[in-house]
């Protein structure tokens, strides 16, 4: 993933915005987020606690990560999203047109 910021920074990166649909904070210690995650990849279901914990750790380690760039992170929360819902069956989730 850093990888792709470098690649994004060497031709002027200077901001990335991340739509959250709310505000959480569930700091937890490295080893329990490697859980979380081994657990999601085995397809276990999360519990919102644990979901909340991983993008948590997720969000800080991209935050340190902008800084390390000088980069701006814009975060939106509560994000509306279909609100043409006519135009959104003629896209597909991330906004290309099918």
Known sequence: MVNRME???QRGCLVSGHGLDYVM?????EEEIEAIFQKALKGESLAWEETAKYKTAFLLFLGRQYHRFGWVMQPHYGCKRDNNPAMSEKLDPEGFVL
């Open 7 to 9: 690649y994004f920074h």
């Open 25 to 29: 904070y569930a700091p937890a210690p």
